[in-house]
Nanobody, 120 residues
Framework: QVHLVESGGGLVQPGGSLRLSCAAS????????MGWYRQAPGKQRELVAT???????NYVDSVKGRFSISRDNAKNTVYLQMNSLKLEDTAVYYC??????????????WGQGTQVTVSS
């Protein structure tokens, strides 16, 4: 069994910054791609950013130049540094690792979500 635990969400003013963290734990051999999704009220969940185990990175266009994803493979942890936050960044942010190699096979793991609210 694998658990992803997010932290770092909160309330911030427009233009502010937050750093999200997501730590994976359990009987893990390796983790491939890790990523962040978000879901705003009344909207579909959207992919925000991904990072491969080798460091290849992708961002959705709306966050390019403002958000930065990184990971610490030794700690099975992925981060999302969010700068210049906008009202439209308000959402629940979810961590995902779609291919976690464990003692029982490959798992698609999700975190419980952390709320990010951008408001003046």
């Amino acid at each position: 069994q694998v658990h992803l635990v997010e932290s770092g969400g909160g309330l911030v003013q427009p233009g502010g910054s937050l750093r999200l963290s997501c730590a994976a734990s359990g009987s893990i051999f390796s983790i491939g791609v890790m990523g962040w999704y978000r879901q705003a009220p009344g909207k579909q969940r959207e992919l925000v950013a991904t990072i491969s185990s080798g460091g290849r990175i992708n961002y959705v266009d709306s966050v390019k130049g403002r958000f930065s994803i990184s990971r610490d493979n030794a700690k099975n942890t992925v981060y999302l540094q969010m700068n210049s936050l906008k009202l439209e960044d308000t959402a629940v942010y979810y961590c995902n690792a779609p291919k976690v190699a464990t003692t029982t096979g490959l798992l698609d793991a999700w975190g419980q979500g952390t709320q990010v609210t951008v408001s003046s």
